[in-house]
């Protein structure tokens, strides 16, 4: 495998790498409002409107607010109201659009598969953490309830659709629904949904929690091609007071904090406190919160760099593995360390399987493999495989790795009754970690990576 390469491709994760400043518009118009104490004081909302602004949504329960301002010198004006910790510009967090995707459009199905859901034989990730097994012993994640924070989702997909809460799911993107609206087919929300709690249907693919509820919440857009740290924080309250058990963060950015003013880090640093306010909120109403590291080879030790949502409290962070020609031989090493994925002591808590690329295949694309009936160039088959918008499609990313996690929480969690704190979650989830890197904790597989069937044996 070839490292250090410049070119991304197919790496489906809303993650992108900024340096300070992070907005590159000059004159951001939307704002960040945090009260002292996680309170916003009497009068806010009338002085924002003495100064022209508009209020866009309060966060109460926080002590947050988002506001629009024309001019940033408006802002500076109500963050001397007292009361005010700050006003600070929302930032941006982006999707990496991916320069291929491999779709599932023109093959047929496997005549003879593991389950009767008829792509699950391309799921090496459910092996890998060994889903079935915990399937066997009737672990499905039932009663329980995840919520996946992402771009738009195939509201229809039929493997999706089983398990939805459709009066919950909403989205936070101001005038677009929860839907997926590109003409293009791959959707990278639907993706991480499937491999949470896609249906056990006799069709398509397998979620690793195939019984969970799924309330889609669209904090990204996909037709502006970004989210707003805002939405996050607003969606992350409303998730958990419609008492969802675990939420699902398949996003985030990497900020560089070389070279910024002090300016520019009192402004990063009081974001990170206002997302931090909106996690460990989720905390205390019994959210496990469960998101992706990022995919830019970034050591996160570095006391430069933060990553967020990923280093807010009480997040668990997810680094990436896959196998490398997997379609060659169904019997190699499904862990090897995805070339992309960020690391750290600090950042990696668990690993999961996230999708690989062997690049000395990837530049053969003529080779060609047949896995289950299905052929396709053959580095395609280390991918994760899971649901798209009308169909089903390969990706790799820690977007891919942290719904594997998601997946094993809520059946952590319905083996526990339907209710388990989220410390006890992640207890488990160390406990029955598979060790693989150096003796405890290290940078790459942080505690390990997951296995479902030795959490079934182990709790029972």
Same mark, same amino acid.
């Given at each position: 495998m ?9 790496l ?7 340096s ?6 000059? =004159? ?20 924002v409107k003495? /100064? ?5 949504r309060?966060m109460?329960e926080i002590?947050v ?8 010198s ?15 510009? %929302? ?5 990496i659009?991916?320069?291929? $995707? @491999?779709a599932?459009? =023109? ?14 034989? /391309? ?5 890998a953490?060994?889903?079935p097994e ?9 009663g @329980?309830?995840?919520?996946?924070l992402?771009?738009g ?5 039929? %493997? #999706? ?17 929860? %839907?997926y609206? /590109? ?6 929300g ?23 509820? /799924? ?6 857009s996909?037709?502006l ?8 924080i607003?969606a992350l309250?409303?998730?958990a007071? $419609? ?12 900020i560089?904090l ?8 009192a402004?990063?640093w ?15 109403h019994g @959210?496990? &919160? ?8 970034v050591?996160? =030790? ?5 990553? &967020? ?9 997810v680094?990436?593995l896959g196998?490398?020609g997997?379609?060659?031989? $169904?019997?190699?090493n ?12 600090? #950042?990696? %808590? ?6 690989n690329?062997?690049?000395?295949l990837?530049?053969?694309p003529?080779l $060609? ?5 299905v ?6 088959f280390? &991918?994760?495989?899971?649901?798209g918008a ?11 790795a ?5 997946? #094993?929480?809520a059946?952590?969690?319905s ?17 029955t ?12 597989y ?6 479902a ?6 709790y029972?």
């Amino acid at each position: 495998m070839k490292r250090g390469l410049t070119i991304i491709f197919l790496l489906a994760i809303l993650a992108s790498v900024f340096s300070v400043p992070v907005s590159a518009d000059p =004159d951001p118009e939307t704002f960040i409002v945090i009260g002292e104490n996680d309170r916003l004081p009497r009068g806010w909302e009338a002085r924002v409107k003495a /100064l022209g602004g508009r209020v866009l949504r309060t966060m109460p329960e926080i002590g947050v607010a988002v506001v629009e301002f024309s001019s940033r010198s408006q802002a500076e004006s109500l963050s001397a109201l007292n009361g005010l910790q700050s006003v600070v510009p %929302d930032l941006k967090f982006e999707r990496i659009d991916p320069v291929q $995707q @491999v779709a599932l459009s =023109d093959y047929g199905n496997p005549p003879s598969s593991g389950a009767d859901d008829f792509f699950f034989d /391309l799921q090496w990730g459910h092996d890998a953490i060994n889903a079935p097994e915990a399937w066997a012993r009737g672990a499905t994640g039932s009663g @329980v309830r995840v919520a996946v924070l992402d771009e738009g989702f195939d509201m229809d997909h039929p %493997d #999706l659709a089983p398990n939805i809460n459709y009066a919950l799911s909403t989205s936070f993107v101001p005038g677009e629904s929860v %839907d997926y609206t /590109l003409p293009d087919v791959f959707s990278h929300g639907s993706h991480v949904a499937g491999t949470i709690a896609a249906a056990d249907n006799a069709f398509g693919t397998i979620g690793v929690a195939p019984e969970a509820e /799924l309330v889609l919440v669209k904090v990204l857009s996909e037709q502006l091609g970004y989210g707003e740290f805002g939405w996050l924080i607003d969606a992350l309250i409303y998730a958990a007071d $419609q008492d969802v058990d675990v939420i699902n963060m398949s996003l985030g950015a990497t900020i560089d904090l070389t070279g910024a003013t002090p300016e520019e880090l009192a402004e990063i640093w009081d974001l990170y406190g206002a997302i931090s306010r909106a996690t460990m909120y989720a905390h205390r109403h019994g @959210v496990t &919160l469960i998101t992706s590291a990022g995919n830019e080879e970034v050591n996160a =030790d570095d006391p430069n760099i933060l990553v &967020l949502p990923s280093d807010a409290p009480w997040v668990i962070d997810v680094s990436a593995l896959g196998p490398l020609g997997w379609g060659l031989d $169904q019997s190699t090493n499904l862990d090897e360390v995805a070339f992309f994925t960020n690391y750290g002591m600090s #950042l990696i %808590d668990y690993s999961a399987p996230g999708g690989n690329v062997d690049f000395d295949l990837y530049f053969n694309p003529s080779l $060609q493999c047949t896995v289950a009936g299905v052929t396709s160039s053959c580095w395609a088959f280390d &991918l994760v495989f899971s649901t798209g918008a009308g169909g089903w499609y390969w990706a790799a990313g820690t977007s891919q790795a942290a719904p594997h996690v998601s997946g #094993l929480a809520a059946i952590i969690i319905s083996e526990a009754g339907g209710s388990m704190a989220p410390n006890r979650v992640a207890f488990w989830l160390g406990l029955t970690a598979d060790d693989l890197g150096p003796r405890g904790k290290d940078a790459f597989y942080g505690w390990g990576r997951i296995n479902a069937e030795k959490f079934m044996k182990w709790y029972r």
